[in-house]
């Protein structure tokens, strides 16, 4: 798998036409921009072409496509996403261009072949692959060929996006003590602010993560992040992620120990919302529902001490219902259901979890 890494960056050249989707949250954020500063380095300039869809959206849209087509690209990279949920696009790709996929979601099909590199960290003999976030990967990996260490609190960020510190500690701790930053309150830091800088704009909308990205490319420094047009974002998603944690508190509905939350919000804060109020309670299933004013829910869940793999849940309680999809990591996954099908989901988690 190293091998075939390798060859495939020794192989990059300066007049490849290059694309790069990455899925629109801190890690795939800081895993992306990681990718372009390493290719910069490597042959000169970095990605020709930059797409991402909606966070979830696994599928690569047929419009998408269109563009690596009308650009005349040759090699896509893709992070974060775990592409092979959809194989179909993915082969359709492979037909002009090459393709190297560096994900840590579940495996759902291994896609290597003469023209798709895809590695994941089960592929390097990794038994935690939801804690080897993609932007350490791509840090790691691209580490094998050029000195990335100035940006090493991009891989730091996204270790922090997945919550996966715990297993990174002292990478962690050397960002912290480069920066002079208190080691012992991480998310409180520098790190965990510039962090929630980034997650702030694709939860603010769609229209705003072109910026974000450029904001995160163009930065050498955290303070770079943190005297940008981000902290705009992070002021209003921080107001409203402060109020949906209040009304949690109040209004979620419990059964042993499975917690149901639904709420209003227009901006996508269930997931950032699952995160923080799971990790008080480590033991317990979180199935945060979301009504942001479209015809279908869009639903967060979370088990922090695996008892329950939650991405096998969502995809069975999904399963077959019109327009569903859900899936991600086991501690953290999510989805969407049409507003019609909610009480089907329901149902068959209580059923599948033996609550009924
Ligand atoms: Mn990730």
């Not at 390798?6 to 290059?18: A, M, Y």
């Not at 300039?45 to 047929?62: M, P």
């Not at 496509?65 to 893709?78: R, S």
């Amino acid at each position: 798998m190293f091998e075939k890494f390798d060859k495939f960056v020794k192989n990059l050249k300066e007049e490849d036409k290059i694309a790069l989707f990455f899925d629109p949250d801190p890690d795939g954020i800081s895993a992306g921009v990681l990718l372009t500063k390493s290719l910069k380095k490597i042959r000169g300039k970095g990605v020709d072409l930059v797409l991402f869809q909606n966070h979830g959206e696994l599928e690569i849209s047929d419009v998408n496509i269109g563009k690596l087509v009308e650009k005349e690209i040759n090699k896509v990279f893709m992070v974060d996403l775990a592409a092979d949920q959809y194989p179909e696009k993915i082969e359709k790709i492979a037909l002009f261009a090459e393709l190297c996929i560096i994900d840590h979601h579940k495996v759902y099909q291994d896609m290597n072949s003469d023209k798709i590199l895809h590695i994941k960290p089960q592929m390097l003999g990794d038994e935690n692959p939801s804690s080897y976030v993609t932007a350490k990967m791509v840090y790691d990996l691209f580490s094998r060929h050029i000195d990335l260490s100035d940006f090493d609190w991009l891989a730091a960020i996204g270790i922090i996006g997945d919550a996966a510190w715990k297993r990174w500690r002292s990478f962690v701790d050397k960002v912290c003590e480069k920066n002079g930053l208190d080691k012992n309150k991480v998310l409180e830091s520098k790190i965990g602010h510039t962090m929630r800088a980034i997650a702030s704009a694709p939860e603010f909308g769609f229209d705003v993560i072109q910026e974000c990205f450029d904001v995160v490319n163009d930065a050498k420094t955290m303070d770079d992040i943190e005297n940008s047009s981000l902290i705009r974002y992070r002021k209003i998603i921080g107001d409203a992620l402060y109020m949906a944690v209040k009304d949690y508190r109040i209004n979620a509905k419990r059964l042993d120990d499975l917690i149901f939350y639904q709420f209003e919000c227009k901006y996508s804060i269930g997931s950032t919302l699952s995160t923080r109020v799971s990790f008080k309670e480590p033991d317990k299933t979180v199935i945060v529902i979301q009504d942001a004013g479209e015809e279908f829910y869009r639903i967060s869940l979370r088990r922090q001490d695996g008892k329950v793999k939650v991405n096998d849940l969502v995809r069975d309680a999904l399963e077959g219902l019109d327009g569903a999809n859900g899936g991600g990591h086991a501690p953290a996954a999510g989805g969407r259901v049409l507003k019609k099908d909610l009480e089907i989901f329901k149902e068959r988690v209580l059923k599948i979890l033996g609550k009924k």
